[in-house]
């Protein structure tokens, strides 16, 4: 038995390795002291053979077959001619780096060479994939193929997984890692509302993050004792879902999933800094590329389908005077896209809504000065539309099989050459001849029937979009897919930003931003004020509370100034200067997750440099008049800050401040203090929300 250490900066992996035989993941925790004895560390958590196992204990390790009497998902499966293949793959040779270790099998039988590498990157964040080589004399079918196959640490007891639906997505449960265990697939073509390409394992308050990085169907196998390693610990598996024949190898083939990442922390606000880094170093567009997270103004809850050149210059006047820096034309603007039944494909500019053309709105937003953005949906077609109607073959569908639709749409079939080129000809036409600063990129239809190539889709994808940034470099991007059915970090690699929830009701935002802000930083999360009543929830909000919860992401406005009173513009145009004055702090800091013990206050503090801004909210009529204290979070202990409240402050709290002046003027308290004992903010009623300001003060 042979061993291999990488270390990060606070992290430690320890493989052990067996020539000719298996690989596994001896040690997965805290950065082990220089000079650990590594086979002593292996024999102190080695255990002997039970009674219901074979001669030779099976031990999956990080290449999972069904083999040797092990009984759990295997991490590939491959067929022959219709045949599945028993595989027997054994480690064959091991390259390493003082943080990357590549492991190659070898199945004799079949000449399938599978690479296993582990890579850990930027904040300690562990990035792991496979790859596949064909050396063999005879194609091979690819049903199945893990990104990541980990034995868990045996001391990791419970999960956090997550499920959702449209306008809800990313709703968190904790349980026990039963016996039964835990499986998932998603169907849809992309990852989907329910979040099952995201989970947290815990022990204790230490924490274990994974996540495949995918855009389109996964499955994932949570399985508790490795049915039958018998040794305690529990195998997890994720990765692309693939259809029957969609990967074949022909000999002399290679093939690269994709990738999963993995994180461990002591504690959820550090694995959300960890991932947050991560993204920010490793996965993110390069940051040179991105101004300032602008604020938008997006036209859809506005105005809808009623959309006209005077109405929309009305519109930007009004978002201008709001101090409003991008102006987002929604859907309505091509073809004869009057709802939501028709044209889509047919991305021209609708002469009946233009008459001149999208040039003098363009112009008219520019003098305004704010940027201008528009909304496509590339990827699907309208039954009744002149592109479907040239070419119906274009889309998914079955031969000789009904083509149902969904929002009266049909998906596109990304794996042709003809409708990439078509579609990138269109995008490249609006972007190269109208001033376009972004895209709002929506995919708002499952993909069914995916006709054997809901894998091979995503990848058409992929390239469209590479494609239009290499041309276009300085157009932000947003993923939107209903909302947060296509958020990952594999899109997130090639967008700006994403859109969590079409759910802009600030109450539910309060818990959908806090569950994406565990994986991904603020300055992607598109985080909108909506109007009241809302159009999904009907629930309606003050402006103030509406306004604060917004300015924790990536801000915007998604309702109609003219509908709002003058107190109302106000109050808005107010925390968007505060926005402005803070997105820096935002969209650069570590975010800490603040608890308190009403379950309905929401608290949330990002710490940069020597500032930090805290959001502290409370939903639902407290049982208590005086709330407890609001504790602090991720503040030197010895340092000293100035503490404001940011005004405007909310109308009916702000009367139950004890000394108002004194909060505008700042209080001076050390880091100790707020964090063990406080602030007595007002929090009885519900919809109330404060921002909280620090200063750390020279020494």
């Not at 590594?38 to 009674?51: Q, Y």
């Not at 119906?392 to 569908?397: A, F, G, Y």
């Not at 505060?578 to 570590?590: D, E, I, P, Q, T």
């Amino acid at each position: 038995m042979e061993f291999v250490r990488l270390d990060g900066e606070r992290l430690t992996l320890v493989f052990a390795l067996e020539a000719g035989g298996g690989a596994d993941c001896a040690y997965l925790g805290a950065r082990l002291p220089k000079g650990e004895d590594l086979a002593m560390l292996a024999a102190a958590t080695a255990r002997a053979r039970h009674e219901s196992q074979p001669d030779v204990p099976p031990v999956p390790g990080l290449l999972p077959e069904n083999k040797a009497g092990w009984s759990g998902t295997p991490a590939l499966e491959l067929r022959r001619g219709g045949v599945r293949i028993e595989t027997d793959c054994r480690l064959n040779r091991w390259t390493t780096g003082p943080q990357a270790a590549h492991f190659m099998f070898h199945d004799r039988s079949t000449g399938i060479d599978v690479g296993v590498r582990w890579v850990i990157g930027a904040g300690d964040v562990v990035t792991v994939g496979l790859t596949l080589a064909n050396t063999g004399k005879e194609p091979i079918a690819v049903n199945r193929l893990a990104a990541l196959a980990l034995p868990v640490p045996a001391r990791f007891t419970e999960l956090t997984r997550y499920s959702g639906r449209w306008a809800g997505e990313m709703q968190e449960h904790r349980r026990t890692v039963a016996p039964d265990g835990l499986a998932r697939e998603s169907v849809t073509g992309k990852p989907g509302f329910s979040g099952a390409n995201w989970l947290l394992l815990h022990a204790g308050s230490e924490v274990l993050g994974v996540h495949l990085g995918w855009s389109g169907d996964h499955w994932l196998a949570l399985e508790p004792d490795a049915q039958g390693s018998g040794d305690g610990r529990a195998m997890l598996l994720m990765g692309p879902a693939l259809d029957a024949g969609e990967i074949v190898l022909e000999p002399g083939d290679n093939f690269a999933g994709p990738k999963a990442v993995l994180a461990l922390a002591p504690n959820r606000s550090a694995l959300a800094q960890t991932f947050h880094g991560f993204l920010r170093k490793a996965v993110l567009p390069a940051r040179a590329e991105w101004t300032p997270r602008k604020v938008h103004l997006n036209s859809w809850e506005a105005l809808g389908f009623d959309l006209s050149e005077p109405g929309l210059v009305a519109l930007a006047e009004s978002a201008a005077a709001l101090g409003i820096e991008r102006f987002v034309l929604d859907d309505g603007w091509f073809g004869g896209r009057r709802d939501d039944r028709t044209s889509l494909g047919d991305w021209f500019v609708s002469p009946d809504v233009f008459p001149n053309g999208l040039a003098p709105l363009i112009d008219r937003v520019q003098e305004l000065g704010m940027d201008f953005g528009l909304w496509v949906e590339p990827e699907m077609v309208s039954p009744d539309s002149d592109l479907y109607r040239a070419h119906p073959d274009w889309c998914l569908h079955v031969e000789g099989r009904d083509r149902p639709t969904m929002r009266g749409q049909l998906a596109l079939d990304m794996t042709r050459a003809e409708v990439q080129e078509y579609l990138f000809e269109r995008l490249d036409a609006l972007l190269r001849d109208h001033a376009i600063a972004y895209l709002k990129w929506d995919h708002n239809r499952d993909l069914f029937p995916a006709g054997g190539k809901r894998f091979i889709q995503t990848f058409g994808f992929y390239a469209l979009l590479h494609r239009l940034r290499a041309a276009h470099p300085h157009v932000e991007i947003e993923s939107c897919a209903s909302g947060g059915g296509r958020i990952d970090f594999g899109v997130l690699s090639r967008v700006h930003r994403v859109w969590p929830s079409d759910n802009n009701d600030a109450i539910e935002r309060l818990r959908i931003i806090p569950a994406w802000s565990q994986f991904l930083p603020l300055e992607v999360l598109g985080s909108h004020v909506g109007p009241s009543p809302n159009p999904i929830t009907g629930r309606r909000l003050a402006m103030d509370f509406r306004a604060k919860v917004a300015v924790f992401g990536h801000m915007g406005v998604e309702a109609d100034p003219a509908r709002m009173t003058d107190t109302e513009r106000e109050c808005l145009a107010a925390h968007i200067v505060l926005y402005k004055a803070w997105r820096g702090v935002l969209h650069s800091g570590n975010l800490h997750r603040l608890t308190h013990p009403d379950a309905n206050i929401t608290g949330m503090i990002v710490t940069h440099a020597d500032r930090a801004l805290a959001l502290v909210a409370q939903t639902a009529f407290s049982p208590v008049f005086d709330a407890a204290p609001v504790r602090l979070a991720g503040l030197e202990p010895e340092a000293r800050y100035r503490v404001t409240l940011p005004e405007p402050w909310p109308p009916r709290a702000k009367h139950y401040l004890a000394a108002p002046e004194l909060w505008r003027d700042g209080l001076t308290l050390s880091g100790t203090a707020l964090m063990t004992q406080g602030l007595a903010l007002p929090l009885t009623h519900p919809e109330t929300a404060w921002l909280v300001a620090l200063e750390r003060l020279p020494q």
